[in-house]
T-cell receptor
Framework: EAGVTQFPSHSVIEKGQTVTLRCDPI?????LYWYRRVMGKEIKFLLH????????ESGMPNNRFLAERTGGTYSTLKVQPAELEDSGVYFC???????????FGPGTRLTVT | SQQGEEDPQALSIQEGENATMNCSYK?????LQWYRQNSGRGLVHLIL?????REKHSGRLRVTLDTSKKSSSLLITASRAADTASYFC????????????FGTGTQLKVEL
């Protein structure tokens, strides 16, 4: 069974540009989560999808961040326009069935210069 | 302070020794999960313990949970160099949905 995959693994962009991160959850997992770790700080929750619906987006920092999960499969996280403080590692996780365990992808390292 | 705080922040041991990491949290939880992160890699799920459980084992891992003290410990027995990584506890808060709240992590180094 393939795990959670994320693309790209690393992205370097300039302040003011737009970046779109993609996450493919484990097949059949209805729950999809985005987290991020900003340098030197703990991993923080951004939002949670159940299928295509946003269940909880309380962790989204501001309206420069837009997450979508059309069709309830893969998800994208767009940052527009990117700011320096957006630099960090963005993780995606999925869970499914009766299991509460969240399985994480390898993360996308975003560097905003 | 954070919902999840690991102790110690860093731990260095010799191969074959046991490593114990602790996690404290502040509010009521549904479950607590431990993750490992190797340098530059993703998070690997190690073990989940529910709030009504007190101890769980998985291979060389032993996790305890004391809800009265709001703390958990992760014990790795007979450590190996490959266990070198950062270890995080993450809590699913009661009434907080399924989102996880992570601690700051313990950096474990196992030397040959």
């Amino acid at each position: 069974e393939a795990g959670v995959t994320q693309f790209p693994s690393h992205s370097v962009i300039e302040k003011g540009q737009t970046v779109t991160l993609r996450c493919d959850p484990i097949s059949g997992h209805d729950n999809l989560y985005w987290y991020r770790r900003v340098m030197g700080k703990e991993i923080k929750f951004l939002l949670h999808f159940v299928k295509e619906s946003k269940q909880d987006e309380s962790g989204m920092p501001n309206n420069r961040f837009l997450a979508e999960r059309t069709g309830g499969t893969y998800s994208t996280l767009k940052v527009q326009p990117a700011e320096l403080e957006d630099s960090g590692v963005y993780f995606c996780a999925s869970s499914g069935g009766r299991s509460y365990e969240q399985y994480f992808g390898p993360g996308t390292r975003l560097t905003v210069t | 302070s954070q919902q999840g705080e690991e102790d110690p922040q860093a731990l260095s041991i010799q191969e074959g020794e046991n490593a114990t990491m602790n996690c404290s949290y502040k509010t009521s939880i549904n479950n607590l999960q431990w993750y490992r992160q190797n340098s530059g890699r993703g998070l690997v799920h190690l073990i989940l313990i529910r709030s009504n459980e007190r101890e769980k084992h998985s291979g060389r891992l032993r996790v305890t949970l004391d809800t009265s003290k709001k703390s958990s410990s992760l014990l790795i027995t007979a450590s190996r160099a490959a266990d070198t990584a950062s270890y995080f506890c993450a809590t699913e808060l009661t009434g907080g949905g399924n989102k996880l709240t992570f601690g700051t992590g313990t950096q474990l180094k196992v030397e040959l």
